[in-house]
């Protein structure tokens, strides 16, 4: 099955061999990129045609299902309006910031997904500082954010892209440092190396990916959270909540610029979910070994729908936070979290030394402690005064 | 690589000296500080260029320095802003030629 | 040739954004040209194969120093411009004149030295995990003192920023 697993691969390599020799590598890199926006083109109308539906779904109602059998047209139907749509500038705006500031958000984001590896030997590009380069481009987008709320000349614009970058700045702190562990433990800053270190498999049969360790699952769910933050995603979505603010900062934004910001939202997510499964769901390995047989880029896609489920998911579940809530959220609550997934991850690594090989169990219980422990307490400290029981009255 | 090093220098020098003639030449304390910012650039750009076309590349020493001093830059950007805002609050202003009171 | 019309095309934004940086009238246009130079360096730094150092700057540089120069300005209402005061402080007739001076003094050093125009042995390879190493071994005192004084620093821009309580305002007014 190994001709399926390098499809990709392999139909790149002979469409390539078309061009002539000196262009091959600028061929070749063009084909990526253009796979690569093709691809997440399609699974950005999927996602947000699949996000109403299951919204809908978990509200107890139906999505969208007018146009096209199950609604599958409704992504067409979306990008025509807002291509159609009059494109309106304020008149003190300032024109040229307000033009550039969808480009700015946009065109990096699209960048971080040169680092990712989709399957096997499926890496656009394979640097040496993989990370380092995803999370200095993912920083590079915030400046858009205040292009675009100062540039709409609006109060509510520039206060929700001052809150907007605050959000951003305060969780990619615990962003980052949720991923060290993993950089630590796997001794590389490569994607690539990343993924080859969660290739073993413990016992046989069970992957060791690095979920499945008390660290890697710690530093999922934290790394999950601020990336829900990163994407001013709900809960997180404070900046562009329609309840609170307009729109901040997209308020003056209409038709294509605001297509732009709504693609560049929803592609962060994915980038940030690839990340996700690149670091701590194996990447594109299978759970077991039994599985192998499957193509590497079918787990890959896999895994991404899962953890784009579970962003969906937590946007129907939870309310929003409130300014204050969030920022110490982050602060005082997730860094200091991130800096005990450290040390626990720091034990595993020196308790895995350890001579009998049934001491597994107890190296789990010792790690996992050694981070409940800190949550516990730092959740009770952090709770503020509990409001006092509740007086009910009835009508006689 | 096919770019000679006195191209880098150059770069690098012109960096230098804009930053230089706008700390000296503008009013608002924030341009001040992103002219000493162009100026540390500058000199990393040097450093940088001259550890490439150096002999002993494999010893990173000029990459080291440019680590420290972005690390560095970062914190005297932060101080240098904060100092910046508490002004700001007691003289209402940020343009330098008014905060003048010690003058005489 | 490639690597030339890189170089001439980075070195030019990272100099027309410096340029715009310190020339034009409205700060926060001043400070996103700077971030432009920032980034153009950064894109200097990856030809130069100092990949660490590349990325660092654009993470460091683009995505902190240029954010916060922009609070900072926010909070100082530079944004409101007021026509027709000058832009340039009361000396600046001493300023120009001395950054043309240096700038004649390099260039002028830069052209007179013939080793200057060489172009580099060969290949260079700085991975991370050398960096690593060198930061543990031998430069392990300085990233001591570094992480000591972004220490200082963040408490230090803390306390300068932090608002006086009330009754103390009203005691010093």
Same mark, same amino acid.
């Given at each position: 099955m190994s001709r399926l697993d390098q499809i990709f691969v392999l139909t790149g390599h002979w469409l390539a061999g078309w061009a002539p020799a000196a262009l091959r590598p600028l061929a070749s890199a063009v084909l990526a990129i253009a796979c690569i926006m093709a691809v997440f083109a399609t699974c950005f109308a999927l996602t947000t045609l699949a996000e109403r539906k299951l919204l809908g779904r978990m509200q107890n109602r139906f999505g969208p299902n007018r146009v096209g059998p199950c609604g599958l047209f409704q992504p067409v139907a979306d990008g025509v309006k807002m291509l159609i749509k009059e494109d309106i500038v304020p008149f003190s705006a300032d024109k040229t910031l307000h033009f550039l500031a969808p480009i700015v958000l946009t065109v990096p984001i699209w960048l971080a997904f040169a680092v990712l590896p989709f399957g096997r030997n499926m890496t656009a590009i394979d640097l040496d500082g993989g990370i380092l380069f995803f999370f200095a481009i993912g920083s590079a987008s915030e400046l858009a954010v205040f292009m675009a709320g100062w540039s709409s000349q609006n109060k509510y614009s520039v206060v929700g892209a001052m809150r907007a970058i605050a959000q951003m700045i305060s969780y990619e702190v615990p962003l980052v440092l949720s991923t060290v562990p993993v950089l630590m433990l796997a001794g590389s800053l490569s994607l690539n190396d990343i993924v080859a270190a969660q290739g073993t498999y413990a016992f046989g049969w069970l992957a060791r990916w690095n979920v499945f360790t008390p660290w890697g699952l710690a530093g999922l769910f934290l790394f999950l959270i601020a990336a829900t933050a990163e994407s001013n995603r709900s809960p997180f979505d404070l900046p562009e909540g329609e309840s609170e603010i307009i729109a901040g900062y997209l308020t003056e934004y209409s038709g294509f610029k605001y297509a732009l910001f709504f693609l560049g939202e929803y592609v962060g997510l994915f980038a940030g979910a690839g990340l996700g499964v690149t670091l701590f769901l194996g990447g594109w390995h299978a759970p077991v070994k039994g599985l192998e047989w499957a193509p590497s880029w079918l787990w890959f896609g896999?895994?991404?729908?899962?953890?784009?489920? /579970?962003?969906? &998911?937590a946007r129907a579940t939870l309310p929003r936070l409130r300014l204050d809530q969030l920022l110490n959220f982050a602060w005082r609550f997730m860094v200091p979290l991130s800096?005990?997934?450290?040390?626990?991850?720091?034990? &595993?690594y020196w308790t895995g030394a350890w001579p009998f090989g049934g001491a597994a169990p107890i190296r789990w219980v010792l790690c996992a402690g050694l981070f409940i422990f800190p949550y516990h307490w730092l959740g009770r400290a952090l709770r503020g005064p509990l409001p006092p029981p509740r007086k009910y009255s009835y009508a006689e | 690589m096919t770019t000679p090093l006195a191209n880098y220098l150059i770069v690098a020098a /012109?960096?230098?000296?804009?930053? /230089?003639?706008?700390? /000296?030449?503008?009013?608002?304390?924030?341009l001040v500080l992103i002219g000493l910012e162009l100026m540390l650039n500058a000199a990393n750009l040097n450093f940088i260029a001259f550890w490439r076309f150096g002999p002993h590349a494999e010893r990173l020493a000029g990459l080291m320095f440019v680590i420290f001093s972005i690390a560095v830059a970062a914190a005297e950007v932060a101080v240098g802003l904060a100092l910046v805002i508490a002004v700001y609050r007691h003289r209402r202003t940020a343009q330098l030629d008014r905060l003048d009171s010690l003058k005489g | 040739m490639l690597n030339e019309i890189i170089f001439l095309l980075c070195a030019s934004l990272t100099l027309a954004g410096a340029v715009a940086a310190m020339m034009l009238r409205n700060l926060v246009h001043c400070a996103l040209c700077a971030a432009g130079a920032f980034a153009g360096l950064a894109a200097l730094y990856l030809q130069l194969d100092a990949q660490f150092v590349g990325l660092a700057q654009l993470l460091i540089y683009v995505g902190a120093i240029a954010i916060l120069i922009v609070f900072t300005i926010m909070l100082t209402r530079g944004d409101e411009v007021r026509p027709g005061a000058s832009?340039?402080?009361?000396? &600046? &007739?001493?300023g120009l004149p001395v950054g043309a001076l240096v700038l004649a003094c390099l260039v002028g050093a830069i052209m007179a030295s013939p080793s200057l125009l060489r172009l580099p042995a060969g290949a260079v390879h700085a991975p991370v995990r050398k960096i690593g190493e060198a930061l543990m071994n031998r430069y392990v005192m300085p990233l001591q003192a570094v992480g000591l004084l972004l220490t200082a620093a963040l408490l230090g821009a803390v306390a300068i920023g932090l608002r006086e309580p009330r009754d103390a305002e009203s005691k010093t007014q």
């Amino acid at each position: 099955m190994s001709r399926l697993d390098q499809i990709f691969v392999l139909t790149g390599h002979w469409l390539a061999g078309w061009a002539p020799a000196a262009l091959r590598p600028l061929a070749s890199a063009v084909l990526a990129i253009a796979c690569i926006m093709a691809v997440f083109a399609t699974c950005f109308a999927l996602t947000t045609l699949a996000e109403r539906k299951l919204l809908g779904r978990m509200q107890n109602r139906f999505g969208p299902n007018r146009v096209g059998p199950c609604g599958l047209f409704q992504p067409v139907a979306d990008g025509v309006k807002m291509l159609i749509k009059e494109d309106i500038v304020p008149f003190s705006a300032d024109k040229t910031l307000h033009f550039l500031a969808p480009i700015v958000l946009t065109v990096p984001i699209w960048l971080a997904f040169a680092v990712l590896p989709f399957g096997r030997n499926m890496t656009a590009i394979d640097l040496d500082g993989g990370i380092l380069f995803f999370f200095a481009i993912g920083s590079a987008s915030e400046l858009a954010v205040f292009m675009a709320g100062w540039s709409s000349q609006n109060k509510y614009s520039v206060v929700g892209a001052m809150r907007a970058i605050a959000q951003m700045i305060s969780y990619e702190v615990p962003l980052v440092l949720s991923t060290v562990p993993v950089l630590m433990l796997a001794g590389s800053l490569s994607l690539n190396d990343i993924v080859a270190a969660q290739g073993t498999y413990a016992f046989g049969w069970l992957a060791r990916w690095n979920v499945f360790t008390p660290w890697g699952l710690a530093g999922l769910f934290l790394f999950l959270i601020a990336a829900t933050a990163e994407s001013n995603r709900s809960p997180f979505d404070l900046p562009e909540g329609e309840s609170e603010i307009i729109a901040g900062y997209l308020t003056e934004y209409s038709g294509f610029k605001y297509a732009l910001f709504f693609l560049g939202e929803y592609v962060g997510l994915f980038a940030g979910a690839g990340l996700g499964v690149t670091l701590f769901l194996g990447g594109w390995h299978a759970p077991v070994k039994g599985l192998e047989w499957a193509p590497s880029w079918l787990w890959f896609g896999v895994k991404f729908a899962a953890l784009i489920f /579970l962003f969906i &998911w937590a946007r129907a579940t939870l309310p929003r936070l409130r300014l204050d809530q969030l920022l110490n959220f982050a602060w005082r609550f997730m860094v200091p979290l991130s800096l005990v997934n450290l040390l626990v991850a720091a034990a &595993w690594y020196w308790t895995g030394a350890w001579p009998f090989g049934g001491a597994a169990p107890i190296r789990w219980v010792l790690c996992a402690g050694l981070f409940i422990f800190p949550y516990h307490w730092l959740g009770r400290a952090l709770r503020g005064p509990l409001p006092p029981p509740r007086k009910y009255s009835y009508a006689e | 690589m096919t770019t000679p090093l006195a191209n880098y220098l150059i770069v690098a020098a /012109l960096l230098f000296s804009v930053g /230089l003639a706008g700390a /000296l030449a503008r009013r608002n304390a924030v341009l001040v500080l992103i002219g000493l910012e162009l100026m540390l650039n500058a000199a990393n750009l040097n450093f940088i260029a001259f550890w490439r076309f150096g002999p002993h590349a494999e010893r990173l020493a000029g990459l080291m320095f440019v680590i420290f001093s972005i690390a560095v830059a970062a914190a005297e950007v932060a101080v240098g802003l904060a100092l910046v805002i508490a002004v700001y609050r007691h003289r209402r202003t940020a343009q330098l030629d008014r905060l003048d009171s010690l003058k005489g | 040739m490639l690597n030339e019309i890189i170089f001439l095309l980075c070195a030019s934004l990272t100099l027309a954004g410096a340029v715009a940086a310190m020339m034009l009238r409205n700060l926060v246009h001043c400070a996103l040209c700077a971030a432009g130079a920032f980034a153009g360096l950064a894109a200097l730094y990856l030809q130069l194969d100092a990949q660490f150092v590349g990325l660092a700057q654009l993470l460091i540089y683009v995505g902190a120093i240029a954010i916060l120069i922009v609070f900072t300005i926010m909070l100082t209402r530079g944004d409101e411009v007021r026509p027709g005061a000058s832009i340039a402080s009361p000396l &600046w &007739w001493v300023g120009l004149p001395v950054g043309a001076l240096v700038l004649a003094c390099l260039v002028g050093a830069i052209m007179a030295s013939p080793s200057l125009l060489r172009l580099p042995a060969g290949a260079v390879h700085a991975p991370v995990r050398k960096i690593g190493e060198a930061l543990m071994n031998r430069y392990v005192m300085p990233l001591q003192a570094v992480g000591l004084l972004l220490t200082a620093a963040l408490l230090g821009a803390v306390a300068i920023g932090l608002r006086e309580p009330r009754d103390a305002e009203s005691k010093t007014q």
